[in-house]
């Protein structure tokens, strides 16, 4: 069975940067897409960014310049490097994977990402 584990969290000053790790465990071919929602205290859970086996990245607005998404298809992973992270980034981040080989969306157990001075 497939499982997606997460790593990376944590408390960071305003301005500060955070690396999120995503590793999808099992013996699985590349996965089609990749990648992250979040959802903040009180709000509903909203995408981040993600990227196809391909390459193919997108992202929300209020990340871009801010984040970069990338994965490692041979390894299964996709990560998120967050800079110049701002108060209003706070929430719990969940990784995500959908598409070709998967019968259905798999989600993380999720990672806190505090921001706070």
């Known amino acids: 069975q497939v499982q997606l584990v997460e790593s990376g969290g944590g408390l960071v000053q305003p301005g500060g940067s955070l690396r999120l790790s995503c590793a999808a465990s099992?013996?699985?071919?590349?996965?089609?897409?990749m990648g992250w929602y979040r959802q903040a205290p009180g709000n509903q859970r909203e995408l981040v960014a993600f990227?196809?086996?391909?390459?193919?990245?997108n992202y929300k607005d209020f990340v871009k310049g801010r984040f970069t998404i990338s994965r490692d298809n041979a390894k299964n992973t996709v990560y998120l490097q967050m800079n110049s992270l701002q108060l209003q980034d706070t929430a719990v981040y969940y990784c995500?994977?959908?598409?070709?080989?998967?019968?259905?969306?798999?989600w993380g157990q999720g990672t806190q990402v505090t921001v706070s001075s």
């Open positions: 990227i196809t086996s391909g390459g193919t990245t």
């Open positions: 099992g013996t699985i071919f590349s996965i089609d897409v």
């Open positions: 995500y994977a959908d598409g070709n080989p998967l019968a259905q969306r798999l």
